[in-house]
T-cell receptor, first 114, second 115 residues
Framework: QKEVEQDPGPLSVPEGAIVSLNCTYS??????FMWYRQYSRKGPELLMYTYSSGNKEDGRFTAQVDKSSKYISLFIRDSQPSDSATYLC??????????????FGKGTHLIIQP | GAGVSQSPRYKVAKRGQDVALRCDPI?????LFWYQQALGQGPEFLTY????????KSGLPSDRFFAERPEGSVSTLKIQRTQQEDSAVYLCASSYRGDSNQPQHFGDGTRLSIL
């Protein structure tokens, strides 16, 4: 079992729908959680960055972290065709004294139908 | 503003050849990371630098892989005696500070194909 599990999809929804993406993880040391968006033949682009449990909202995007369940989510409201991409969750333990390499999920391929 | 720049964008090599991949991080970023992304997978951590010091190379898959950042800015990932399983996208990321966990910003990667 991988440290981070993410359904690869594809997930296809109509334009304007609310999208829910999620990841589960097994390492309880993870405390920094990120969502990246990756378009084809491009690098990952940071969307959301959160620390520990709780919610964070930025425009149409909301990230939720539930450390007790080891479960994180990304919600996209009023989805647009331009949101069609692969969404990667990533996490880090950061033990202090330096940065950590991120542990990524496999990525979910999202398709927004016009 | 300039982001993380990687070159070349595409590299084709024959099995057994050596390759060198370059990363120019965001100016002023102390931390630099290399990742390997296989087709249909998420990126996997290879190695991490803080300035010129390589603090973690636990993800390098074999001793054929070598990374350096001699002046604490530009970094090079070298793969010797390439094998077909080395075919992947190699991503570089940088972050601002080395003494706190700042978000990492990625380049567009080098797509390596080994024939």
């Amino acid at each position: 079992q991988k440290e981070v599990e993410q359904d690869p999809g594809p997930l296809s929804v109509p334009e304007g729908a609310i999208v829910s993406l999620n990841c589960t993880y097994s390492n309880s040391a993870f405390q920094y959680f990120m969502w990246y968006r990756q378009y084809s033949r491009k690098g990952p682009e940071l969307l959301m960055y959160t620390y520990s449990s709780g919610n964070k909202e930025d425009g149409r995007f909301t990230a939720q972290v539930d450390k007790s369940s080891k479960y994180i989510s990304l919600f996209i409201r009023d989805s647009q065709p331009s949101d069609s991409a692969t969404y990667l969750c990533a996490m880090s333990a950061y033990s202090g004294g330096g940065a950590d390499g991120l542990t990524f999920g496999k990525g979910t391929h999202l398709i927004i139908q016009p | 503003g300039a982001g993380v720049s990687q070159s070349p964008r595409y590299k084709v090599a024959k099995r057994g050849q050596d390759v060198a991949l370059r990363c120019d991080p965001i100016s002023g970023h102390v931390s630099l990371f290399w990742y390997q992304q296989a087709l249909g997978q998420g990126p996997e951590f290879l190695t991490y630098f803080q300035n010129e010091a390589q603090l973690d190379k636990s993800g390098l898959p074999s001793d054929r892989f070598f990374a350096e950042r001699p002046e604490g800015s530009v970094s090079t990932l070298k793969i010797q005696r390439t094998q077909q399983e080395d075919s992947a996208v190699y991503l570089c990321a940088s972050s601002y500070r080395g003494d706190s966990n700042q978000p990492q910003h990625f380049g567009d990667g080098t797509r390596l194909s080994i024939l």
